[in-house]
């Protein structure tokens, strides 16, 4: 299995709040993913990254931030979470072609 | 706009018999096509893929068609087995660009012993 984490694995967090996702690997791949997976839409795609501090939108990118300032490390951050952000957030790692998917970060937005 | 179409959300096979999912897309810039496969509570994991230069790739019981004129793939599962039950997810993405990749809303298979 790809050496990709997610932290935290489970979060709760009012409206209003910041909260940054942490996507972490041990593969050196070059290309990162968060993806956000709800019912009736699958997976779509919020940021992705193809080095580090070079990073670009996805489909569903407003309210969402990113950074990456290492190779291993990719943070998403959620600048005033609202409850339409209450999703399974999915972190992957390519090194082009095929990705490899995180356990996920359920979180909830009360 | 969704650029990646999955129209069947579910679809219920016997075992043994054959599997067939589908999906459509609409971006002609996309030249590489992945199926993933998810099991509850867990993270999509890799299954199978082709490139726009190829019609078909098989890997086992898994094979990867594409109609690059009607802009459609498929996979089909022979013979499907209990524990092909899962969400399967239709992908596609261009070499350019950083790979960005587009996932359909995914067909849930029930495998029927």
């Known amino acids: 299995d790809a050496g990709i984490t997610q932290s935290p694995r489970h979060k709760v967090t009012e409206t209003g709040t910041p909260v940054t996702l942490r996507c972490h690997q041990t593969?050196?791949?070059?290309?990162m993913y968060w993806y956000r997976q709800d019912p009736g839409h699958g997976l779509r795609l919020i940021h992705y990254?193809?080095?580090?501090?070079?990073?670009d939108k996805g489909e569903v990118s407003d309210g969402y931030s990113v950074s990456r300032s290492k190779t291993e490390d990719f943070l998403l951050t959620l600048e005033s979470a609202t409850s339409s952000q209450t999703s399974v957030y999915f972190c992957?790692?390519?090194?082009?072609?095929?990705?490899?998917f995180g356990p996920g970060t359920r979180l909830t937005v009360t | 706009d969704q650029q990646v179409k999955q129209n069947s959300p579910s679809l219920s096979v016997q075992e043994g018999r054959i599997s067939i999912l589908n999906c459509d897309y609409t971006n002609s810039m996309f030249d590489y096509f992945l199926w993933y496969k998810k099991y509850p509570a867990e993270g999509p994991t890799f299954l199978i893929s082709i490139s726009s230069i190829k019609d078909k790739n098989e890997d086992g019981r898994f094979t990867v068609f594409l109609n690059k004129s009607a802009k459609h793939l498929s996979l089909h599962i022979v013979p499907s087995q209990p524990g092909d039950s899962a969400v399967y997810f239709c992908?596609?993405?261009?070499?350019?660009?950083?790979?960005?990749?587009?996932f359909g809303a995914g067909t849930r298979l029930f495998v029927k012993a």
């Open positions: 990254s193809y080095g580090v501090k070079d990073t």
């Open positions: 992957a790692i390519s090194g082009g072609g095929e990705q490899y």
């Open positions: 593969e050196n791949h070059r290309y």
């Open positions: 992908a596609a993405t261009t070499n350019t660009g950083g790979f960005k990749t587009i």
